[in-house]
């Protein structure tokens, strides 16, 4: 084990479990973490494997693309962006089209790419730690890549409130928008529930699991590249402006942005 091993991976039963092992920048989206991921999303492939189970160590999930290590290695915002925008596209395009079955197990917070990847995924297990926000539209940007899978599988009134709004929002309602599969109050129910997802998935083929898969992830996949391009551009084109500029400041710095009107 070295101290840059940021994703974890461990086989049982026919299950890969990849862990997003880097809590120190709340398991944030660097390169060197996408590469590692990657390489486990490429490991589950072989043959043996049924099943993978994304989860994390730490109190959150994923906290989206890691912006601030693309900087310190000498990109510009705009490479940045490109950079981290190109990199969530092709992972939650790797999970959609895995010919096998993919479950979020998460227990804690979830924010920016995090959510793409709970969009992504066939099947998504929280536990009581669990919290969710689409703060984008609050630093003068919108949940542009991650909005593909998201909108397939929100309610569209709920995506109507969550994109708009930036609230925050635990499992439990997460569950009854669309966005997870189930919520537990208890890591015990978690482990329980995902114990009993596993066993039904080992005791599928491995044909009937993949066409199985492409029957639910067609619609999404179906214009993907379209959108992924389409949706690329606008998050480049935001986080250039201005409004995203003193987003990012008010938020770097503990104020509010110039347009925050709100009473708290």
Same mark, same amino acid.
């Given at each position: 084990?070295t101290?840059?091993?940021?994703?974890r991976t461990?086989?049982d039963?026919?299950v890969?479990?990849v862990?997003l092992?880097?809590?120190a920048?709340r398991?944030?989206l660097s390169?060197? =973490?996408v590469?590692?991921?990657?390489t486990?999303?490429?490991?589950?492939?072989?043959?043996?494997?049924?099943?993978v189970?994304?989860t994390? !160590?730490?109190?959150t999930?994923?906290?989206?693309?890691?912006?601030g290590e693309?900087?310190?290695?000498?990109?510009?915002?705009e490479e940045?962006?490109?950079e981290?925008?190109k990199?969530?596209?092709g992972?939650?395009r !790797?999970i959609?089209?895995l010919? +096998?079955p993919?479950?979020?197990?998460?227990?804690?917070?979830v924010?920016?790419g995090g959510?793409?990847?709970v969009?992504?995924?066939?099947?998504? =297990?929280?536990?009581p730690?669990?919290t969710?926000?689409l !703060?984008e539209?609050r630093?003068?940007l919108?949940?542009?890549?991650?909005?593909?899978?998201?909108l397939?599988?929100?309610?569209?009134r709920?995506?109507g409130r969550y994109?708009l709004t930036?609230? +925050?929002f635990?499992g439990r309602r997460?569950?009854?928008?669309?966005?997870?599969?189930?919520?537990w109050?208890t890591?015990e129910d =978690?482990?329980?529930?995902?114990?009993?997802?596993?066993e039904?998935?080992?005791k599928?083929?491995?044909?009937?699991l993949?066409i199985?898969k +492409?029957?639910?992830t067609?619609?999404l996949l179906d214009?993907f590249?379209?959108?992924? !391009?389409?949706?690329?551009e606008?998050?480049?084109k935001l986080?250039?402006?201005?409004?995203?500029?003193?987003g990012m400041t008010?938020?770097?710095s503990?104020?509010?942005?110039?347009?925050?009107?709100s009473?708290e």
């Open positions: 084990m101290d840059d091993l940021l994703v461990s086989v039963a026919s890969l479990t862990m092992d880097s809590p920048n398991n944030a390169a060197a =973490l590469a590692q991921l990657q486990a999303f490429d490991a589950a492939v072989d043959e043996s494997i049924r099943a189970v994304l994390h !160590t730490g109190g999930f994923c906290a989206g693309a890691d912006l693309a900087l310190k290695r000498g990109l510009s915002p940045a962006t490109a981290g925008g990199a969530m596209v992972l939650i !790797t959609l089209e010919d +096998k993919v479950i979020v197990v998460a227990d804690g917070h924010r920016a959510l793409g990847l969009g992504a995924a066939d099947i998504a =297990l929280v536990g730690a669990a969710f926000a !703060t539209s630093l003068g919108a949940a542009s890549i991650i909005s593909i899978p998201l397939a599988k929100m309610t569209a709920s995506a994109f930036g609230e +925050k635990g997460a569950q009854e928008i669309g966005l997870v599969t189930s919520a109050d890591a =978690l482990a329980a529930d995902l114990d009993a997802v596993l039904g998935i080992r599928a083929s491995p044909q009937g993949s199985s +492409k029957l639910t067609a619609a214009g590249d379209e959108a992924a !391009t389409a949706r690329a606008e998050s480049m986080f250039a402006s201005d409004q995203a500029r003193e008010a938020f770097l503990k104020r509010r942005p110039e347009w925050d009107t009473r």
